[in-house]
């Protein structure tokens, strides 16, 4: 079984910075690739970013490019979520997950149903 944990979430003012983290348990972690969703109330959860098992690639929703960035450390077991130039539509509660394929991608990254660990969430608010 595998566990997901988020921290870093907050309250923030538009234009502000958040570091979002999410550790993994588990001695498999490096082999799978790890994605950033996020749902706001009343919205379908939608894809925010994606990295591969070795952090060699790196995908982002055209909503955050250039402004966020995904990254990890497979020493720390965690997966990161740089957040700048926040603004208030930004505002969702951020949920990290597991790929479902052992080292190996399908392309659909974007996609939920690629995921099969996902975790409780993170709370993220920007305010105007």
């Known amino acids: 079984q595998v566990q997901l944990v988020e921290s870093g979430g907050g309250l923030v003012q538009a234009g502000g910075s958040l570091r979002l983290s999410c550790a993994a348990s588990g001695r498999t972690f490096s082999s799978y690739g790890m994605g950033w969703f996020r749902q706001a109330p009343g919205k379908e959860r939608e894809f925010v970013a994606a990295?591969?098992?070795?952090?060699?690639?790196?995908y982002y929703a055209d909503s955050v490019k250039g402004r966020f960035t995904i990254s990890r450390d497979n020493a720390k077991n965690t997966v990161y979520l740089q957040m700048n130039s926040l603004k208030p539509e930004n505002t969702a509660v951020y949920h990290c997950?597991?790929?479902?394929?052992?080292?190996?991608?399908?392309?659909?990254?974007?996609?939920?149903?690629?995921?099969?660990?996902w975790g409780q969430g993170t709370q993220v608010t920007v305010s105007s």
């Open positions: 990295v591969t098992w070795s952090g060699g690639n790196t």
């Open positions: 997950a597991r790929n479902r394929y052992y080292k190996s991608y399908s392309g659909r990254y974007y996609y939920t149903g690629e995921y099969d660990y």
